[in-house]
């Protein structure tokens, strides 16, 4: 995977922001950001923060808060 210079991948972030947010959406969890800006960096792939997601979410206990 190549990495993507900070603008374009400032340029990406906004993009996203800005669908989200004219469907209504926010994305305001820290570190699911990041895996955002990994992403478009291009530092990993969509799959890889999914995994990362998904584990992290089945590592939690159900009467830990999110």
Avoid: F
């Avoid at 947010?21 to 799959?47: K, N, W």
């Amino acid at each position: 995977m190549g990495y993507h210079a900070e603008v374009d991948v400032e340029h990406a972030i906004e993009l996203a922001d800005a669908a989200l947010g004219a469907a209504g959406h926010e994305v305001t969890h820290d570190e699911t950001r990041e895996l955002g800006r990994q992403i478009a960096a291009g530092a990993i792939t969509g799959d890889e923060a999914a995994a990362r997601l998904v584990a992290k979410l089945r590592s939690k206990s159900p009467d830990q808060p999110s």
